[in-house]
C-alpha cells in the first residue's frame, strides 16, 4: 500500500490545526469535512470504476444523484407526513427505506442511461463526453419536469438533528453517521473486491480488459453491472448529500459532478481508494478553506487538484493499465 | 485571388458556395434590408457566433478534444471590454487596453489548464475545462465590485459608435436616413468577424493546422514522426482561446452591457457545441451555416414551444414537457440526434454529395 498520499491528508490536517488555532472549532470542521469526503466517495467511486473497466467517462453521472435526492425528498415528505417513525431507530428504518428507493431507482435510470445513451459510443471519447453531456442536460430538464424548478427540502427526522457533545467537543449525529456509513460502504466494497468472483473479475478488467474477455467472461454485461450499481451509489451519494445540504435543486447533480471529476482525477481514474482519498482530501481542504479563507474556496478544489497532479500527474493512485494513454 | 483568400479550403459544393455567399451579401446588406433593431441584433449575434464557433471548431473538429471553458473566454472578452470602458470613460483607449488586458489575461488561463490537463490524457481536458469554468463563473458573480455581481455592468462606448453619431446623409432621401454611428458599430462587427473567420480559416489549413488534424487522426504516430503533441494541442487551445475572447469583446461592444448570464452560462457553452455539430465539425464553414440556422431557429423554436403549450396544456405531463421553460429539454435531445445521426453536419452532408455526384459522373 502507497502511504505517501494518506500522509498528505494527515499533513493538511494538521497544518490546518496549527493555522486555526481552536482545536474545537478544527474537529468540527474536520467532522465535517469527512462526512463530505464520505458522501462524494459515494457518489464518485462508481464513476471511476465506469471509467477504468470501460474506458467510459460519463459525464451525465451527476443525474444519478440529483435523482437519489428527489426519490429520497418525496418518500420522506410522505412518510414524514403519514406520521411514521419517531423514535431514534424507527426514524433509522424510515432513512434506510429511502436509501433503498433512491438507489433503486437511480440503479433504474443507469441501466436505461447505459442503454439509451452510453452503449452506442464505445470507445469514441470525443463522442462519449458529447453525448452523456446531452445525456445530462436532458436528465436535468425531465427531473425539472416531474419535480418543479423550485429548490426543495430535504430535512433529517427529529430524532436525527442536533449534535453530541463529547468531551466539550459537538459533532452533529449526521455527520458522524454519515462518516460511519461511508466506511461501512467502502468496507464493503473492498470486501467485494478482494473476496469474491465479480470483484477479482472487475479488478482483471480495469487492469487487462481483453485478456478476461479471452477466458470467457463477457465483460459488457459485468460492465452493465457496474455500472447500474454505481448509478445506485450515486442515488444513495444524493440522498446523503441532499440530509447534509438540508435542500436540493435539479441542477445539484451537475454542480457535484464538477466536484466528482477533481475527485476522481485526484485519486487517479479507476482507482477506488484513490477515489476515497481524493474524496477525504476534497472534503477537508473545501471546509478549511471555506473557513481561513472565504473568498479563495472557489479555487480550493482546483488548487488542491493542481497540485497534486504536478507530484503525480497520473493521479495519486495510478491505475496501471495495459491500454494506451488517449 | 479569391482562393487565396479562403486559404484554398473552398467550399467545395456549389450548394455550400451559393448559400455562404447568401449569408454573407445577407450580414452584409442587413442594416439596408432589415432595417430594424431586432433584425441588426440578431445578426449581430449570428456574426459573434460564427466567430465563437469556429474558435471551438479548432479544438473540436480540428485537435479533437472538447473544452468546456469556451464561454470562459468568451466572457473574459467581454468583460474586458465593459470593465475597461466603464472604469477608463468611453474612449478609443478603453477598447484596446480592455481588449489587450482580456487577451492577456485569456492566454494565461489557457495556456495554465493546457499545460496541467493536457500532459496526461485528452479527457482530462474536457473535466478540467468544465472545473475551471464553474469556479470562474462563481467567481464572477461574487466579485460584483468589479464585475457588476448577478446584475452585471451598463457601460458606454465612444461617441462615434453611438447612434446618434452620424457621419453623413444619404443624398436623395428623407432626413431620417444616413450614415450614423451605429451603423459603424455593426460594420466595425462585421469586419471584425470577416477577419476573424478568414484568419482560422487560414490557421486550420496552415502546416500547423495539418499537424493539429494528424495528431486527431492518431496521436501516436504524430508523436512518432516527431511533432510535440503536447505543444501543438496546447497552441491550438490558446488561439482558440483568443478568438474566443475577441468573440465576447465584439458581443460587449454591441450590447454595452455584460454579465454572467450573457457570457458564461453553460446554456451559450451548450450552444456552441451543438452549432459546431449542426453545421458540421472540422468544418470552418459549418460555424456560419450552424449559426444562422440555430439562431434562426432558437427564435422560432421558442414561439413554436409556447403555442404548442397553449394546446397542451389540458394534457398534465405534456404541457410541462412543451412549456416553453423546458426549451434546454428539446436542445439536450437535438444535441443527442445530431450526434448519433448526423455527426458529419450540414456542411459534411453537402460535400458527401458532391462528391458522390463527381463519382457518378465519372
Known amino acids: 500500500m502507497d502511504w505517501k498520499p494518506l500522509?498528505?491528508?494527515?499533513?493538511?490536517?494538521?497544518?490546518?490545526?496549527?493555522?486555526?488555532?481552536?482545536?474545537?472549532?478544527?474537529?468540527?470542521?474536520?467532522?465535517?469535512?469527512?462526512?463530505?469526503?464520505?458522501?462524494?466517495?459515494?457518489?464518485?467511486?462508481?464513476?471511476?470504476?465506469?471509467?477504468?473497466?470501460m474506458d467510459v467517462l460519463n459525464f451525465g453521472h451527476g443525474i444519478f444523484i440529483a435523482i437519489g435526492a428527489f426519490v429520497a425528498s418525496t418518500l420522506l415528505g410522505y412518510l414524514y407526513a403519514a406520521g411514521a417513525g419517531g423514535g431514534f431507530w424507527s426514524d433509522a428504518v424510515i432513512l434506510l427505506v429511502a436509501a433503498i428507493a433512491s438507489m433503486v431507482v437511480a440503479g433504474i435510470a443507469g441501466w436505461c442511461f447505459e442503454r439509451l445513451i452510453v452503449k452506442t459510443v464505445y470507445g469514441d471519447h470525443l463522442k462519449q463526453i458529447l453525448v452523456t453531456t446531452g445525456g445530462l442536460i436532458i436528465g436535468i430538464e425531465l427531473n425539472k419536469v416531474i419535480w418543479g424548478s423550485a429548490q426543495r427540502s430535504l430535512n433529517l427526522p427529529e430524532s436525527w438533528r442536533g449534535s453530541l457533545s463529547i468531551a466539550g467537543v459537538s459533532a452533529e449525529k449526521y455527520r458522524l453517521a454519515a462518516i460511519v456509513l461511508g466506511a461501512i460502504v467502502f468496507g464493503a466494497m473492498a470486501w467485494t473486491f478482494s473476496r469474491t468472483k465479480i470483484g477479482l473479475l472487475i479488478r482483471a478488467g480495469v487492469q487487462d480488459r481483453e485478456m478476461v474477455e479471452s477466458f470467457g467472461y463477457r465483460i459488457s454485461t459485468l460492465f452493465v453491472i457496474v455500472f447500474v450499481a454505481g448509478s445506485a451509489l450515486a442515488g444513495f451519494g444524493g440522498l446523503m448529500w441532499?440530509?447534509?445540504?438540508?435542500?436540493?435543486?435539479?441542477?445539484?447533480?451537475?454542480?457535484?459532478?464538477?466536484?466528482?471529476?477533481?475527485?476522481?482525477?485526484?485519486?487517479?481514474?479507476?482507482?477506488?481508494?484513490?477515489?476515497?482519498?481524493?474524496?477525504?482530501?476534497?472534503?477537508?481542504?473545501?471546509?478549511?478553506?471555506?473557513?481561513?479563507?472565504?473568498?479563495?474556496?472557489?479555487?480550493?478544489?482546483?488548487?488542491?487538484?493542481?497540485?497534486?497532479?504536478?507530484?503525480?500527474?497520473?493521479?495519486?493512485?495510478?491505475?496501471?493499465?495495459?491500454?494506451?494513454?488517449? | 485571388m479569391f482562393s487565396r483568400i479562403l486559404s484554398c479550403d473552398p467550399p467545395r459544393s456549389t450548394l455550400l458556395a451559393v448559400i455562404l455567399a447568401l449569408i454573407f451579401v445577407g450580414l452584409l446588406t442587413a442594416p439596408y434590408v432589415?432595417?430594424?433593431?431586432?433584425?441588426?441584433?440578431?445578426?449581430?449575434?449570428?456574426?459573434?457566433?460564427?466567430?465563437?464557433?469556429?474558435?471551438?471548431?479548432?479544438?473540436?473538429?480540428?485537435?479533437?478534444?472538447?473544452?468546456?471553458?469556451?464561454?470562459?473566454?468568451?466572457?473574459?472578452?467581454?468583460?474586458?471590454?465593459?470593465?475597461?470602458?466603464?472604469?477608463?470613460?468611453?474612449?478609443?483607449?478603453?477598447?484596446?487596453?480592455?481588449?489587450?488586458?482580456?487577451?492577456?489575461?485569456?492566454?494565461?488561463?489557457?495556456?495554465?489548464?493546457?499545460?496541467?490537463?493536457?500532459?496526461?490524457?485528452?479527457?482530462?481536458?474536457?473535466?478540467?475545462?468544465?472545473?475551471?469554468?464553474?469556479?470562474?463563473?462563481?467567481?464572477?458573480?461574487?466579485?460584483?465590485?468589479?464585475?457588476?455581481?448577478?446584475?452585471?455592468?451598463?457601460?458606454?462606448?465612444?461617441?462615434?459608435?453611438?447612434?446618434?453619431?452620424?457621419?453623413?446623409?444619404?443624398?436623395?432621401?428623407?432626413?431620417?436616413?444616413?450614415?450614423?454611428?451605429?451603423?459603424?458599430?455593426?460594420?466595425?462587427?462585421?469586419?471584425?468577424?470577416?477577419?476573424?473567420?478568414?484568419?482560422i480559416l487560414r490557421i486550420v489549413n496552415s502546416p500547423f493546422g495539418r499537424v493539429l488534424q494528424a495528431i486527431r487522426e492518431n496521436e501516436f504516430r504524430a508523436e512518432a514522426i516527431g511533432y510535440r503533441v503536447l505543444l501543438y494541442r496546447a497552441v491550438a487551445a490558446l488561439l482558440s482561446a483568443v478568438f474566443a475572447t475577441v468573440a465576447g469583446a465584439m458581443l460587449a461592444i454591441w450590447l454595452r452591457y455584460n454579465g454572467p448570464e450573457t457570457t458564461l452560462s453553460f446554456e451559450i457553452m451548450i450552444d456552441v457545441v451543438l452549432i459546431t455539430m449542426i453545421g458540421g465539425v472540422g468544418t470552418i464553414y459549418g460555424s456560419v451555416i450552424g449559426s444562422v440556422v440555430f439562431l434562426v431557429a432558437q427564435n422560432y423554436l421558442r414561439d413554436l414551444l409556447l403555442s404548442a403549450e397553449q394546446f397542451s396544456a389540458s394534457v398534465p405531463l405534456l404541457g410541462r414537457l412543451l412549456s416553453p421553460d423546458r426549451w434546454l429539454l428539446w436542445l439536450g435531445v437535438l444535441f443527442v440526434l445530431s450526434v448519433y445521426f448526423f455527426s458529419s453536419g450540414i456542411v459534411g452532408h453537402l460535400r458527401e454529395r458532391t462528391r458522390n455526384q463527381e463519382r457518378s459522373h465519372k
Open chain 1, 7 to 53: 500522509a498528505i491528508v494527515i499533513a493538511i490536517a494538521l497544518i490546518s490545526l496549527a493555522l486555526i488555532g481552536s482545536p474545537a472549532t478544527w474537529l468540527t470542521l474536520t467532522i465535517a469535512g469527512l462526512a463530505m469526503g464520505m458522501i462524494l466517495f459515494l457518489a464518485a467511486s462508481g464513476l471511476t470504476l465506469v471509467f477504468g473497466l
Open chain 1, 242 to 326: 441532499g440530509l447534509f445540504q438540508q435542500n436540493i435543486t435539479a441542477e445539484m447533480g451537475a454542480q457535484l459532478n464538477i466536484l466528482i471529476f477533481i475527485v476522481i482525477i485526484i485519486g487517479g481514474l479507476g482507482s477506488v481508494p484513490g477515489a476515497l482519498t481524493g474524496a477525504v482530501l476534497i472534503g477537508l481542504s473545501t471546509n478549511y478553506v471555506g473557513f481561513l479563507f472565504p473568498i479563495a474556496s472557489q479555487f480550493a478544489n482546483i488548487g488542491v487538484m493542481v497540485l497534486i497532479l504536478i507530484w503525480r500527474p497520473q493521479g495519486l493512485f495510478p491505475v496501471a493499465s495495459s491500454r494506451g494513454q488517449g
Open chain 2, 34 to 199: 432589415f432595417p430594424t433593431l431586432q433584425a441588426l441584433s440578431v445578426a449581430v449575434k449570428i456574426m459573434v457566433f460564427i466567430v465563437l464557433v469556429a474558435s471551438f471548431d479548432i479544438l473540436l473538429g480540428y485537435t479533437g478534444i472538447i473544452s468546456f471553458a469556451h464561454t470562459m473566454y468568451f466572457g473574459i472578452g467581454a468583460y474586458g471590454i465593459a470593465i475597461a470602458s466603464s472604469w477608463m470613460g468611453p474612449t478609443w483607449t478603453a477598447l484596446l487596453v480592455g481588449l489587450a488586458i482580456a487577451l492577456l489575461v485569456s492566454c494565461l488561463i489557457a495556456g495554465i489548464i493546457a499545460i496541467f490537463s493536457l500532459r496526461i490524457r485528452a479527457v482530462f481536458f474536457s473535466m478540467i475545462t468544465l472545473a475551471v469554468a464553474a469556479a470562474f463563473q462563481t467567481l464572477a458573480a461574487q466579485l460584483s465590485d468589479f464585475t457588476g455581481g448577478e446584475d452585471g455592468i451598463t457601460f458606454r462606448l465612444p461617441q462615434q459608435l453611438s447612434a446618434a453619431f452620424k457621419y453623413f446623409d444619404y443624398p436623395f432621401s428623407g432626413s431620417a436616413a444616413g450614415f450614423n454611428g451605429q451603423l459603424a458599430c455593426y460594420y466595425l462587427l462585421f469586419a471584425t468577424c470577416t477577419l476573424c473567420f478568414l484568419t
